[in-house]
């Protein structure tokens, strides 16, 4: 378990507005990740970071930006939030010589 | 596209009943993990194969990871109403799991 909380749990937000996710951990874990997770796709890579501002682009980036100035924190943004963003959204953690990424529980955002 | 295809994308049983679950690849992976996630929580982590032929056995679980280290299955036997959930594979292409890349996903449910 790596101390994983997710901000909010559940947003309901409307087209075209910015919306920003948070993922604290406690564990002091040097990679953080942002998934999103649909029916049928499993989960997705949005963006990882790999150390304090150090951040890379996953498969499904677009429309997405996140920064990380803290070991702990690592936020994503959305932009302009579209219908296709509605989604659940997971954040993991992972550091080496730990078998697993580890995840929280997940937000689950609704683009009207 | 995603680089690992799971089947059966959803899977209703009854208790008691052997099933197999594949997760395909074209792609050849250093390890691959198989994760198993509840109703409203992240996934957790069962078992990471990283041999070509390699079989784990977890109880009634039982992972095989393909001679050519390209696929895997899961192969659940007498299968109990505790099992079910969404069953995700991942594949790490390098060593070290600080990238996975994740199944579409099994959705199984087991009918008591």
């Known amino acids: 378990d790596a101390g994983i909380t997710q901000s909010p749990r559940h947003k309901v937000t409307e087209t075209g507005t910015p919306v920003t996710l948070r993922c604290h951990q406690t564990e002091n874990h040097r990679y953080m990740y942002w998934y999103r997770q649909d029916p049928g796709h499993g989960l997705r890579l949005i963006h990882y970071?790999?150390?304090?501002?150090?951040?890379d682009k996953g498969e499904v980036s677009d429309g997405y930006s996140v920064s990380r100035s803290k070991t702990e924190d690592f936020l994503l943004t959305l932009e302009s939030a579209t219908s296709s963003q509605t989604s659940v959204y997971f954040c993991?953690?992972?550091?080496?010589?730990?078998?697993?990424?580890?995840f929280g529980p997940g937000t689950r955002l609704l683009v009207l | 596209t995603q680089l690992l295809e799971q089947s059966p994308q959803f899977l209703s049983i009854q208790e008691g009943e052997n099933l197999t679950v594949y997760c395909n690849s074209s792609?050849?992976?250093?390890?691959l993990q198989w994760y198993r996630q509840e109703p409203g929580e992240g996934p957790v982590l069962l078992v990471t194969?990283?041999?070509?032929?390699e079989v784990k056995k977890l109880k009634r679980l039982t992972f095989q990871f393909g001679d050519a280290r390209k696929d895997s299955s899961l192969h659940i036997t007498a299968a109990q109403p505790g099992d079910t959930g969404l069953y995700l594979c991942?594949?790490?292409?390098?060593?070290?799991?600080?990238?996975?890349?994740f199944g579409t996903g099994t959705r199984l449910t087991i009918i008591p």
């Open positions: 991942a594949g790490a292409m390098v060593r070290g799991n600080e990238k996975l890349t």
């Open positions: 194969v990283v041999t070509g032929g």
């Open positions: 970071s790999y150390g304090v501002k150090d951040t």
């Open positions: 993991a953690t992972w550091t080496w010589g730990r078998e697993t990424q580890y």
């Open positions: 792609s050849v992976f250093s390890s």
